[in-house]
DNA sequence: AGTATTTTTGCAAATTTGTCGCAATTTTTG
DNA sequence: CAAAAATTGCGACAAATTTGCAAAAATACT
């Protein structure tokens, strides 16, 4: 078991919960680093879409992923915890979804303005939304 | 017919598409400046529901306006062509929306940031969650 | 303006997405 | 290993979104 299976671990048995099954798959399976959708996720493995649902929910909870808004649907993936800060850009056409790498510039520039605020940020996420290199000549 | 409504005509044209009473009713909606749901909309408008998706679909497409995600619910507002470029400050416990003022270094750390790749920007959302004043000491 | 052509809409039905209670199964406790 | 506690699968629902197709509206063309 690596390390991120151990604090996964950890995570589960500190709050009181079982390690099941459905729970070890769909964290290693969020694992690949991939955000994915409700459905993606129940094709992958073999149990019931609402034991999907009641996991995600748990998880999300726990903080081990967060729900991140793409396009009309949400996807989720493993959080910051687990993986490198990282935000979004969006194809409006055919919805791909590909990954933009942490720039400190930019984590700087929302850290400084949230910081202005009364408000007491957790966390934030961008979604950079437009056309993919083949949809660009598409409207 | 003012500024806005003859750009909306001109960039429907443009890409083909009718002008039809549908279209010019939701655009004058959004009008309002509100994000609002599907069910706003429907509720707002005498026109079938699978009209109002397809509608908002194309708008989406044409970049007239943009889905942005408060919370776990996804609104429409007109995009930044027809008014101020904003973001939003979501709080976790309360729901509560505050719209976040334009800011010179974040915009330009995401154009920098986007015109990288080959991936064509057409506009990008952050939300930024956390605890507003008043939740600040309920957890 | 009037008609042919193209696009869009409404309607009904299908599909997809998300929720819930409860009995059966699995995990944990000791 | 047995008892207790937590979790899962199933089925029934409810809500959200999509789709095919005929009717209606918008556009193009005399």
Not at 44 to 54: E, G, K, V
Not at 64 to 82: N, T, Y
Request: charged share 25%.
């Amino acid at each position: 078991m690596n390390r991120e299976a151990i604090q996964f671990a950890k995570i589960l048995k500190k709050s009181g919960h079982s390690l099941t099954d459905p729970r070890k798959r769909l964290f290693k399976l969020l694992g690949s680093g991939k955000a994915m959708s409700v459905n993606e996720i129940v094709s992958a493995l073999p149990y019931d879409r609402s034991t999907i649902y009641r996991t995600l929910e748990l998880f999300q909870k726990l903080g081990i992923v967060v729900e991140v808004h793409l396009g009309w649907k949400h996807k989720f993936e493993l959080s910051d915890m687990f993986q490198h800060h990282h935000h979004h850009l969006t194809c409006i056409n055919c919805g791909k979804v590909l990954p933009l790498k942490e720039d400190k510039e930019l984590e700087n520039s929302i850290a400084h303005l949230s910081s202005r605020s009364s408000f007491k940020p957790v966390d934030h996420q961008l979604e950079i939304r437009g056309f993919c290199m083949n949809c660009q000549n598409k409207y």
